[in-house]
């Protein structure tokens, strides 16, 4: 017989635990609260630093530790805005120009607002058919955007290192790299592949790989003709290659590798054709984009990243796999207790395609943008990124002040002043201190250099002759 002991415990817990699910009237407060605060700082972008640096770094952060008691919406909001939303690199500003990723579309927030109130589980199809659905039909969407044939198959992922690792793990399979292979199998890339790649091997148990860095040309891309020979010597020593890995798109330089070149010699020397293109992939949606990459439709596998260049928030990348049973004989697994799901089988689900079995249902932070807005109006923003570049590298030029890199292949312009590095490193610290506009420094052929990378969907021209006025401002010394 149950006592009345536990039922009036039972009743003190639940009237502490319904805190967790407000009322009607609460959630219409709460939520007009939140938009509010998300409104402000949208507002404010115009006219906000792109780069803000605070002696105390968000230290003030921590003087609210979690605690038995709340402290309400409304002071958790303000300590977000003093401490969180206006301090280190805005990425969402149209005067970011530092790194890869930028912006953060409003539609996707909402996707991801209402993907965490319905909580649907997008791993097993038997759960959620219409959220599996949802993220296949993108899968298909981006296989058939890159050229890939019926028999493809991908998973959204949480961005471009794990799709790599995943795309790594299926191409160890397909080839049986395991045991003491491992010791003579060997990959080809350039000192410009994403340094995520190095991760991936070593969680897949390739860090004993052998890695070859082929030379890059003056535009800082693969040299077909040095991975060539460099493909023979391998062979003539015993060794066994085993993957090459193009980029289409380096972070660095935004250099596009000859895509066509290397799927020759992949083809003709047996290898796994990887293409990591993570930053450039959706550029297949201009015109000057499909042809810097044609030859990627001829890879084994594709990595792209939707939170780049279709603007999302940070978070959402996707593996393509041209044989997509690769995919599955690398990602799949069962349990009893999921035995139930095994009734529904009509569509893959992403966890037997990924590493992830607990994950969110993060297309709909792309499906509903492409929904709500289509095609036209990213196809039109990567467009103007290109030109942007272009438009950049000529006004720094014409400045007569600043060495220019080469030509750029996608939205990525190198430049540096000709007195050296220290010259550099302090314009550098300059554009740090003034926050206006944020760029950033990498380091080529040996050499400090500060890079433009025009991504962020909220940058137009105004941004960017913002940009080379700061620049020259800084320079001159002003």
């Known amino acids: 017989m149950v006592s009345d002991e536990l039922i009036g415990r039972l009743g003190e817990l639940e009237a502490q635990a319904r805190q967790l699910d407000p009322r009607p009237d609460q ?24 780069y803000v640096h605070r002696d105390g ?17 409304e002071r958790a909001l303000g300590l977000l805005d003093a401490h969180v939303d206006h301090e280190g690199i805005t990425t969402a500003s149209g005067r970011f120009g530092g ?32 959220a599996v659905r949802l993220e296949n039909q993108l899968v298909r969407w981006m296989a058939e955007l890159v050229g890939l044939p019926e028999g493809s198959a991908g998973a959204l992922s ?37 340094h995520c790649v190095d991760k991936a091997l070593h969680l897949a148990g390739l860090g004993r790989i052998v890695q070859r860095r082929i030379a890059v040309d003056g535009n800082h891309r693969l040299r077909a003709e040095a991975l060539c020979e460099q493909i023979e010597r391998d062979r003539a020593e015993g060794l066994e290659p085993w993957m090459v890995l193009a980029s289409a798109g380096t972070t660095n330089t935004g250099s596009v590798d000859p895509l066509e070149a290397i799927a020759s010699i992949a083809g003709e020397q047996g290898l796994w054709f990887h293409v990591d293109a993570a930053y450039g992939g ?59 799901t095994m009734i529904a089988m009509d569509e893959a689900s992403p966890a037997d395609l990924s590493p992830e079995l607990t994950r969110h249902f ?8 492409l929904q709500v807005l289509g095609l036209a109006p990213f196809r039109a923003a990567l467009e103007e990124k290109l030109l942007l570049a272009r438009y950049f590298r000529q006004r720094m030029i014409e400045g007569g002040r600043f060495e220019v890199g080469p030509e750029p292949d996608l939205s990525v312009v190198t430049f540096r002043l000709p007195e050296g590095d220290a010259a550099n490193q302090a314009l550098m610290n300059a554009l740090l201190d003034d926050g206006r506009v944020f760029l950033s420094s990498t380091r080529l052929d040996g050499r400090y250099t500060l890079r433009l990378a025009a991504v962020c969907h909220r940058t137009h021209r105004r941004d960017v002759d913002e940009m080379v006025d700061v620049l020259h401002r800084l320079a001159a010394g002003s």
């Not at 953060?104 to 097993?124: E, K, M, P, Q």
């Open 57 to 73: 770094r968000a230290a003030g952060l921590l003087e609210q530790p979690i605690a038995e008691q709340g402290i309400g919406l």
């Open 362 to 369: 993060r297309g709909l932070r792309l499906w509903l943008p």
């Open 282 to 340: 959706f550029f297949l949606l201009t015109e000057a984009g499909r042809q810097r990459m044609r030859g990627i439709e001829r890879a084994d596998s594709v990595v792209m990243d939707p939170h780049k260049t279709l603007f999302l928030p940070y978070g959402c990348g996707v593996v393509l796999v041209r044989d997509g049973e690769r995919l599955r004989a690398s990602h799949s697994g069962q349990a009893d207790y999921l035995q139930d």
């Open 27 to 50: 959630r219409r407060r709460d939520g007009q609260q939140a938009l509010a605060h998300a409104e402000a700082f949208l507002e404010a972008l115009d006219d906000a630093p792109a």
């Open 99 to 130: 790194y890869i990723p930028g912006g953060g579309l409003f539609h996707s927030a909402l996707g991801d607002f209402l993907a965490a109130i319905t909580n649907r589980y997008s791993g097993v199809f038997f759960a959620s058919p219409g």
């Open 158 to 194: 949480s961005g471009g290192s794990i799709a790599n690792l995943s795309a790594i793990v299926a191409a160890r399979d397909a080839h049986g790299i395991e045991g003491e292979r491992i010791e003579k199998a060997v990959i080809y890339l350039t000192e410009h592949t994403h």
